[in-house]
């Protein structure tokens, strides 16, 4: 499974892999790294690959997504500011995710559409089943802090939950 994330960096938006031991799921909490002095997070939507495809293109990237959930993207802003992204973003449970599910697919408040994040994906690598396409909503990015909550409600339901340790 591949985290094809895209992010906004330095004004620009980035495709950024990340490995699947990114993944922060299960109400599990996120410990911050001592390894860095900010340590940030940005509000993302997560789209799931429903199937094999290459090439796509955009005004049929929807065939290839079948669910959503929201997500947390965490980032070492530090390491990043230096260009050093595999310590910034790559590192492990750097992606708390929500609850998949069906929600309403808008690209509004998206750094990227996830027509054109498939389409961009999917022309320099195959996408597959499971894959996850990460894009990170267009508001800044926010220090986290100790014994601070991250949790969305949908309808009522509590679809993302963690706690920074």
């Not at 996408?127 to 309808?155: F, M, P, T, W, Y």
Request: proline share 2%.
């Amino acid at each position: 499974m591949k985290i094809i994330c895209f992010s906004n960096i330095d004004g620009e938006v980035r495709m950024v892999l990340k490995g699947d031991s990114s993944l922060l799921v299960n109400r599990k909490p996120f410990f911050i790294p001592e390894w860095s002095n900010d340590i940030r997070m940005t509000p993302c939507m997560v789209f799931r690959v429903s199937r094999l495809g290459k090439n796509i293109g955009a005004k049929f990237a929807e065939r290839y997504y079948d669910a959503c959930a929201p997500g947390a993207n965490i980032i070492a802003a530090d390491f990043v500011a230096k260009g050093d992204w595999t310590y910034g973003f790559a590192f492990d449970y750097s992606l708390v995710l929500g609850e998949m599910g069906h929600m309403a697919l808008s690209d509004e408040g998206l750094v990227i559409g996830i027509s054109e994040a498939v389409e961009k994906a999917s022309s320099i690598m195959t996408i597959r089943q499971g894959d996850l396409v990460v894009i990170d909503k267009a508001i800044a990015s926010r220090k986290l802090e100790a014994e601070e909550l991250l949790c969305v409600e949908h309808d009522g339901k509590e679809i993302l939950y963690c706690k920074i340790k």
